[in-house]
C-alpha cells in the first residue's frame, strides 16, 4: 500500500511536470506560421532541423547564401543551395532570391537552425541560444572580397562577373517588406537592435556583410 501512495504521488510530480514544460512551448493567437509575402515553398520544412518555437520571436536576424563555392556559373540556383543546407544540417525560416521572390522553407511557429553559436547584446538568454528568439531570413548574395575570404581566394572573387556581387533593388525591397511586417505581427522594434546580422551574433561569420546597405531597411544608421 504504501508502494502505491509512492507511485501515485510520483505520477502526480510527473503529470505535473509534463504539464508545466507543455505551458513553455509558444502559441501563437492567432496562428501565423507564413508571412502572406511568402509567393511559394522553398522546401517541405524539415522537422530534424527545427523544433516547436517556445518563445515569441523577438529579433530577426539577415544571413546570405549561395552556391559560389560547388558552381561559379549558377551560384544563386536554389536546388544547389538547398542541398548545402541541408548537407549542413541548417535551416531558415525565409530565403529571398535575386528577384526577389519570398521562399518559406521553415514556418515561423518553428525555431529553424541558422544562428548557431553567439552571443548578442550582453543578454544570457541569447547565449548559444538565438534560434529560439529569431526568425532567419536568408539572402541569395555574394559579399565582398574580405566577406568571402574563407570561401575563395583573391583570384577566384575577382574572376566572378560583377552583377552577381552584392544585392539587387529587387532584394532589398523585399527584405523591407518582409522584415516590416514581421516586426508588424510580432511587436518587434524596427532598429538595428532588432534586425541584427548574423555576423553580430557570431564573430565567425560576415553575413550580411559590408555590401549590405541597412539604412535601406531600418531607420536607424549602421552599427
Request: aromatic share 10%; net charge negative.
Amino acid at each position: 500500500m504504501k508502494f502505491f501512495k509512492l507511485s501515485a504521488a510520483m505520477c502526480a510530480i510527473l503529470l505535473l511536470t509534463a504539464c508545466a514544460v507543455e505551458e513553455e512551448i509558444y502559441d501563437p493567437e492567432p496562428a501565423v506560421t507564413v508571412s502572406p509575402l511568402a509567393e511559394e515553398n522553398f522546401l517541405e520544412p524539415v522537422t530534424d532541423f527545427s523544433w516547436a518555437r517556445q518563445f515569441p520571436p523577438e529579433k530577426v536576424m539577415l544571413h546570405f547564401s549561395s552556391a559560389v563555392v560547388l558552381q561559379r556559373d549558377d551560384p544563386y540556383d536554389l536546388e544547389a543551395v538547398r542541398k548545402i543546407f541541408i548537407a549542413g544540417e541548417i535551416s531558415v525560416h525565409y530565403i529571398i532570391d535575386r528577384d526577389g521572390k519570398i521562399h518559406c522553407w521553415i514556418p515561423e511557429d518553428r525555431v529553424a537552425w541558422h544562428a548557431g553559436a553567439g552571443e548578442f547584446g550582453g543578454d544570457a538568454r541569447y547565449t548559444n541560444a538565438m534560434n529560439q528568439y529569431a526568425i532567419g531570413i536568408e539572402v541569395l548574395a555574394i559579399g565582398s572580397e574580405r566577406d568571402m575570404a574563407q570561401y575563395l581566394t583573391p583570384a577566384e572573387y575577382a574572376a566572378l562577373p560583377q552583377e552577381l556581387l552584392g544585392f539587387t533593388d529587387a532584394q532589398y525591397d523585399a527584405i523591407a517588406a518582409l522584415v516590416q511586417d514581421l516586426c508588424t505581427r510580432y511587436a518587434i522594434p524596427m532598429d538595428r537592435a532588432h534586425i541584427i546580422g548574423h555576423e553580430e551574433y557570431s564573430p565567425t561569420k560576415t553575413d550580411p556583410g559590408e555590401l549590405f546597405s541597412w539604412e535601406r531597411i531600418v531607420p536607424d544608421l549602421p552599427k
